[in-house]
Antibody
Framework: QLQLQESGPGLVKPSETLSLTCTVSGGSISSSSYYWGWIRQPPGKGLEWIGSIYYSGSTYYNPSLKSRVTISVDTSKNQFSLKLSSVTAADTAVYYC???????????????WGQGTLVTVSS | SSELTQDPAVSVALGQTVRITCQGDSLRSYYASWYQQKPGQAPVLVIYGKNNRPSGIPDRFSGSSSGNTASLTITGAQAEDEADYYCNSRDSSGNHLGVVFGGGTKLTVL
């Protein structure tokens, strides 16, 4: 059974860079059928897609965050990572990683999801 | 980017049928996927593609689409179905391909 687990600091100072890692177990991140994505949810609010990466390193990002986001993959560790620079209080959220399936002409979906990790931006 | 619009809140009597909708231009080209999120938990995929349920999702959940509107129908709602529901689809506006989520619908089972 595929499982994903986010890890990283729960507190980040304003203007610094948020860094999170998602470890995939029970399956290979190098599967040719899937992307791997990051989604966030501010407290009490809805879901916002951050970006996704293919095992080859091909990425696509939410245009509203693109200038601050870098997603990378380490196939040897079965992990992918998120970096969000110049954070502010508005970046405080639960950050989720998930397997992302994107089928041309059909749609896309995320399944399964990690349990999520709360990152607070505060001095 | 395109948007997906959901009603903020919907209620249903126990055992009755409820439809949760999601509207957006991208839904004219792509199917919506649907997620259930209970308090303090990660979202769970309940419907994807034309009308597919992942393993373990009860068959009372179904999906449909017409024009720019996608619907999630729960036939015979149960108390455990009380949750927030989100739709998502491809975002094909502009020059990029991406992902868009609806704002979510809070379902109350009375």
């Amino acid at each position: 059974q595929l499982q994903l687990q986010e890890s990283g600091p729960g507190l980040v100072k304003p203007s610094e860079t948020l860094s999170l890692t998602c470890t995939v177990s029970g399956g290979s991140i190098s599967s040719s059928s899937y992307y791997w994505g990051w989604i966030r949810q501010p407290p009490g609010k809805g879901l916002e897609w951050i970006g996704s990466i293919y095992y080859s390193g091909s990425t696509y990002y939410n245009p509203s965050l693109k200038s601050r986001v870098t997603i990378s993959v380490d196939t040897s560790k079965n992990q992918f990572s998120l970096k969000l620079s110049s954070v502010t209080a508005a970046d405080t959220a639960v950050y989720y990683c998930a397997r992302h399936e994107d089928r041309t002409g059909i749609s896309n979906w995320f399944d399964p999801w990690g349990q999520g990790t709360l990152v607070t931006v505060s001095s | 980017s395109s948007e997906l619009t959901q009603d903020p809140a919907v209620s249903v009597a126990l055992g009755q049928t409820v439809r949760i909708t999601c509207q957006g231009d991208s839904l004219r080209s792509y199917y919506a996927s649907w997620y259930q999120q209970k308090p303090g938990q990660a979202p769970v995929l309940v419907i994807y593609g034309k009308n597919n349920r992942p393993s373990g999702i009860p068959d009372r959940f179904s999906g449909s689409s017409s024009g720019n509107t996608a619907s999630l129908t729960i036939t015979g709602a149960q108390a455990e179905d009380e949750a927030d529901y989100y739709c998502n689809s491809r975002d094909s506006s502009g020059n990029h391909l991406g992902v868009v989520f609806g704002g979510g619908t809070k379902l109350t089972v009375l």
